[in-house]
């Protein structure tokens, strides 16, 4: 009885021998015991994608690899959407910045610089001593704003509100 014993420990010896240097065959792969995911590519994914999706549970929480999946996807439709709203801004404050820059080349003086480039009066205040009257400075004379320079109708750009009052203006039928 003992040899038949150490005959079969030496064989499950041998068989785990092969088994670990490779010649036992491989594993098939298992398909995965979950649906896939019911999200669009990461470009399309919207707050209401989120808010209907039902995470698949596994025996001792949720599916990790769905979780991960999911995380990654958000995560690169946060960082598409974070790239586009800071381009946009860089576009806005650039357009804000030349619009600026046109109005104060518009209505600057010639040769004057720019508007912003001023520096305020500056007026002296004397102390009075005890018992004097404090004198008052008079305030200094403000020049008058200079006239805005007319602008032609030609150069004239036409607003939205133009476009649509010209837009009303026009029959309907389309002969006049």
Do not use: W
């Not at 098939?28 to 015991?33: C, G, K, V």
């Amino acid at each position: 009885m003992l040899v038949v014993l150490a005959i079969a420990a030496l064989a499950i010896l041998a068989c785990v021998v092969l088994v670990s240097l490779g010649r036992g065959g491989e594993l098939t792969e298992f398909p995965p015991d979950v649906p896939p995911l019911d999200l669009p590519e990461s470009g399309q994914l919207t707050a209401v994608d989120f808010m209907a999706l039902h995470l698949p549970v596994n025996l001792v929480g949720y599916h990790t690899q769905s979780v991960d999946e999911t995380l990654r996807r958000a995560a690169s439709a946060i960082s598409a959407r974070d790239t586009r709203i800071a381009v946009l801004e860089q576009r806005v404050s650039e357009l804000l910045s030349s619009r600026l820059q046109a109005r104060q080349e518009v209505y600057a003086a010639p040769g004057a610089g720019l508007r912003t480039e001023h520096e305020p009066p500056v007026v002296e205040l004397e102390l009075a001593e005890e018992g004097d009257d404090p004198e008052v400075p008079e305030e200094p004379a403000v020049p008058a704003p200079e006239p805005t320079p007319p602008v032609d109708e030609a150069e004239k750009q036409p607003t939205a509100t133009d476009v649509l009052v010209h837009k009303a203006k026009e029959p309907e039928g389309g002969a006049a």
